[in-house]
T-cell receptor, first 115, second 116 residues
């Protein structure tokens, strides 16, 4: 089954404790992205990757890191989480060759709470 | 300036009625794509419909249609014959060439509630 898998689904952590949210897709997609969703703000892009070893900042990259060492994986790293990073996080992937028409597939979301 | 504007924070509709969710966008590119996603209370993002900037006909997918007015830069979602299961948050989104089409820019969403 074609899917984007995020783990964990739910996470409560303390300020300053490094954490990683994993994302894996099995569709051989070139593009992968991370978004955060906050009430009243919609989804905002954190980082994106156009292919292996190619990453770039989105609209809200501060406090986050990513890496793309393999095509299927795109982990999101919070080196020192703070309460303002409490949010619902989505990983998404899509093909590049179809250009603007390519549909993005989303993971199930990770609800992160930083206390 | 916002690239995607959804002016309706919430909409109410009765079952079996049609409803239009508004979306306007801002881009200087000629080539772009417009999407609608549905997010039920369970949280997942479900792709509904796509409209390309060069498509001459409005996109349709079952009960969903996209009222695309390029000159007005609007891409409204029309849901015909609403069902209780349509109650959800709906997001309009756009792809543009600046990121090689890898970025989806989202609006803030419209919460739709369908009543019996």
């Amino acid at each position: 089954e074609a899917q984007v898998t995020q783990n964990p689904r739910y996470l409560i952590t303390v300020t300053g404790k490094k954490l990683t949210v994993t994302c894996s897709q099995n569709m051989n997609h070139e593009y992968m992205s991370w978004y955060r969703q906050d009430p009243g703000l919609g989804l905002r892009q954190i980082y994106y990757s156009m292919n292996v070893e190619v990453t770039d900042k989105g609209d809200v990259p501060e406090g986050y890191k990513v890496s793309r060492k393999e095509k299927r994986n795109f982990p999101l790293i919070l080196e020192s989480p703070s309460p303002n990073q409490t949010s619902l996080y989505f990983c998404a992937s899509s093909f590049s060759r179809q250009g603007a028409s390519t549909e993005a597939f989303f993971g199930q979301g990770t609800r992160l709470t930083v206390v | 300036a916002q690239k995607i504007t959804q002016t309706q924070p919430g909409m109410f509709v009765q079952e079996k009625e049609a409803v239009t969710l508004d979306c306007t966008y801002d881009t200087s590119d000629q080539s772009y794509g417009l999407f609608w996603y549905k997010q039920p209370s369970s949280g997942e993002m479900i792709f509904l419909i796509y409209q390309g900037s060069y498509d001459e006909q409005n996109a349709t997918e079952g009960r969903y249609s996209l009222n695309f007015q390029k000159a007005r830069k609007s891409a409204n979602l029309v849901i015909s014959a609403s069902q209780l299961g349509d109650s959800a948050m709906y997001f309009c989104a756009m792809r543009e060439p600046f990121s090689g089409y890898s970025t989806l820019t989202f609006g803030k969403g419209t919460m739709l509630l369908v009543s019996p």
